[in-house]
T-cell receptor, first 109, second 114 residues
Framework: GIQVEQSPPDLILQEGANSTLRCNFS?????LQWFHQNPWGQLINLFY???GTKQNGRLSATTVATERYSLLYISSSQTTDSGVYFC???????????FGQGTELSVKP | DAGITQSPRHKVTETGTPVTLRCHQT?????MYWYRQDPGHGLRLIHY???????DKGEVSDGYSVSRSKTEDFLLTLESATSSQTSVYFC?????????????FGQGTRLTVV
């Protein structure tokens, strides 16, 4: 079936630490995206990454499409990185955009 | 920022009343989506549209209907609101579902059914 699964569900970091979030997806979805939902509820696009690696400042993402997973790296974390990180992918047939359950990140000062 | 406007942003309504939420886009994107977000459930797809007058159900469509009479507007209607429909509702748009496309989200609508 259509599956997008994220791990870990929760993560607590000390400011300055690095972290890796994972997203596994089934073979019926593609065009993976990463979003950050900030404490005010806004969903911010981080990366569109169907394959390969992209970097944006302290954040980077890698998708290995042949092995059906994507990783989001956060380096030198800051308190403003707190929130929920979602991955999502389009279902190959019909256009549904399916979300993982999210990873709730809390960065402590 | 993608041109997506959700209205209203906040609404309190009584059980049993009809409610319509509006998503308006200025990007001329083909695909539009309605999600609800509840604690512990992430974002769940209610309905989506792949063109004018073309819609399909998502995973939590019971109790909701949608309409898309023009490209820029996607309406979500709760025919008879229930307390279980208290949630935050998000609209999203996407130009396509093929390669080199991204989905973008509106600011959300917080609906409380009392």
């Amino acid at each position: 079936g259509i599956q997008v699964e994220q791990s870990p569900p929760d993560l607590i970091l000390q400011e300055g630490a690095n972290s890796t979030l994972r997203c596994n997806f089934s073979d019926s979805v593609n065009n993976l995206q990463w979003f950050h939902q900030n404490p005010w509820g806004q969903l911010i696009n981080l990366f569109y990454i169907p394959s390969g690696t992209k970097q944006n400042g302290r954040l980077s993402a890698t998708t290995v499409a042949t092995e059906r997973y994507s990783l989001l790296y956060i380096s030198s974390s800051q308190t403003t990185d707190s929130g929920v990180y979602f991955c999502a992918a389009f279902y190959n047939q019909g256009g549904k955009l399916i979300f993982g359950q999210g990873t709730e990140l809390s960065v402590k000062p | 920022d993608a041109g997506i406007t959700q209205s209203p942003r906040h609404k309190v309504t009584e059980t049993g009343t009809p409610v319509t939420l509006r998503c308006h886009q200025t990007e001329n994107h083909r695909y539009m989506y309605w999600y609800r977000q509840d604690p512990g459930h992430g974002l769940r797809l209610i309905h989506y549209s792949y063109g004018v007058k073309d819609t399909d159900k998502g995973e939590v469509s019971d109790g909701y209907s949608v309409s898309r009479s023009k490209t820029e507007d996607f309406l979500l209607t709760l025919e008879s609101a229930t307390s279980s429909q208290t949630s935050v509702y998000f609209c999203a748009i996407s130009e396509s579902i093929g390669r080199n496309t991204e989905a973008f989200f509106g600011q959300g609508t917080r609906l409380t059914v009392v």
